[in-house]
């Protein structure tokens, strides 16, 4: 089983910097794809930013220069750098992962979600 733990969400003023991180953790063999979405009060989940195994990242057009993503390969910890905070930023954002465990299956593993709120 692998699990995926997101923290770093909280309150922040317009303008302002988050770091989000997700840990994946369990028995894992590879990591194929790792995606960082949000999801807005009322709204559908939308994808925000992605990083497969070759490290080419992909970002929304509506976070694109505003956001990063960075990995520490060898803990399975993918961060993402939020910067020039909007309020239409707020949202849960979830982390998911994909990948092959311990025994060669493929995984498809999501976190609880950690809330960001932007707000003066």
């Known amino acids: 089983q692998v699990l995926v733990v997101e923290s770093g969400g909280g309150l922040v003023h317009p303008g302002g910097s988050l770091r989000l991180s997700c840990a994946a953790s369990?028995?894992?063999?590879?990591?194929?794809?790792m995606g960082w979405y949000r999801q807005a009060p009322g709204q559908e989940r939308e994808l925000v930013a992605l990083?497969?195994?070759?490290?080419?990242?992909a970002y929304s057009d509506s976070v694109k220069g505003r956001f990063a993503l960075s990995t520490d390969n060898t803990r399975n910890i993918f961060y993402l750098r939020m910067s020039d905070l909007k309020p239409e930023d707020t949202a849960i954002y979830f982390c998911?992962?994909?990948?092959?465990?311990?025994?060669?299956?493929?995984?498809?593993?999501w976190g609880p979600g950690t809330q960001v709120t932007v707000s003066s």
């Open positions: 990083i497969p195994s070759q490290n080419k990242t």
């Open positions: 998911n992962v994909k990948g092959l465990d311990g025994r060669r299956g493929n995984f498809d593993s």
């Open positions: 369990g028995s894992i063999f590879s990591i194929r794809l």
